[in-house]
């Protein structure tokens, strides 16, 4: 009867479908896109960026003991998987966009659940460097993405909410400069970027929350390029909503976050390019004709997160290959 009970509820929750976006608090719950400010980032946020990407990447995030993400993005299309557990006391403002899902957040006696959520990508895209060849000093993309985002309970064996988002973006990219906007259901974005490429790349994107009355955010990163195999990244992310209960209409601080981040790309040591010091880091076990050469186009970063609301951190270390 239990069980029975149980599965009832599952089913109904199942079918409610219009929450607010939960690939939304604070950063996104994959970490492969928590530098979505950067215009030049390894797996790009918007799907107009990805016709003009020149590489291809393929990466795995760990987050504490568990696998964060897998991520692939390829020039003109991109794969995402991810799931992270869900810290109740500091992550569950969630509720706060549409108080009628609460229960997704908290039980009947307002205590705070413990859940997991899931993440799903699938995007693709076209830029117009892509269909010629000649240089220019312009570029447009578009893209589509195609979102399914899941909440599992603390065991992440019961499904309780799940929804599925259609988007679309643009890119427009002048010299350095880059402007991109994308929509779905839940939520728009815009971004403005500039790229000096193997030097340094900074941007700002800001997001609004459709499924609130107000629910505004903004992120700015910064990613400094030293040796075009070396990458520092520093970044801050605040978001608030608007509230609107029975009785009262409030404005609520619902994230606000530092992101930091070191990575290093193995390659090649450049003769009467690179410095000397440099060598054995890109090319630790001797050149081109040794085990080095294994190694090479592989990555490996590291990328903390700071909760300047509730005192906490959090942090995913990940693998990559370029090819």
Request: charged letters at 15%; a negative charge; zero cysteines.
């Amino acid at each position: 009867m239990k069980r029975l009970l149980l599965t009832s509820i599952v089913a109904i929750q199942a079918l409610v479908s219009s929450a607010a976006g939960i690939n939304r608090l604070g950063f996104p719950i994959a970490p492969s896109h928590w530098d979505e400010a950067l215009p030049a980032a390894a797996h790009p946020s918007f799907a107009s960026d990805l016709g003009s990407l020149q590489e291809g990447v393929i990466s795995a995030g760990f987050v504490g003991t568990g696998l964060g993400d897998l991520s692939l993005s390829l020039p003109g299309f991109q794969v995402i998987s991810a799931n992270s557990k869900w810290a109740a006391q500091s992550d569950s403002q969630a509720y706060l966009f549409n108080p009628s899902e609460q229960y997704l957040f908290q039980d009947s006696n307002g205590v705070a659940l413990e859940r997991t959520r899931g993440y799903f990508l699938v995007a693709g895209g076209v830029s117009v460097s892509s269909l010629f060849t000649t240089p220019r000093n312009w570029d447009a993309g578009l893209g589509v993405s195609l979102e399914n985002e899941q909440v599992f309970d603390a065991s992440g064996d019961h499904k309780i909410w799940t929804k599925h988002n259609l988007g679309g973006s643009f890119t427009f990219r002048y010299s350095s400069a880059s402007l991109s906007l994308s929509a779905n259901p839940d939520e728009l974005r815009g971004r403005f970027g500039w790229v000096v490429p193997t030097d340094y790349q900074v941007g700002l994107v800001v997001f609004d929350n459709l499924k609130a009355d107000r629910a505004l955010g903004a992120q700015v990163a910064y990613e400094k390029i030293f040796h075009e195999s070396m990458k520092t990244k520093l970044g801050m992310m605040y978001q608030f909503a608007r509230i609107t209960d029975q009785d009262s209409s409030y404005t609520q601080n619902v994230a606000q976050q530092l992101m930091a981040g070191v990575s290093l790309r193995l390659r090649p040591w450049r003769a009467g390019v690179d410095p000397e010091w440099l060598q054995n880091i890109v090319s630790p076990f001797g050149g081109v004709d040794s085990f080095s050469r294994f190694l090479y186009d592989w990555e490996i970063s590291a990328t903390f997160l700071v909760n300047m609301k509730h005192s906490g951190s959090s942090g995913v270390f990940t693998l990559a290959r370029w090819f």
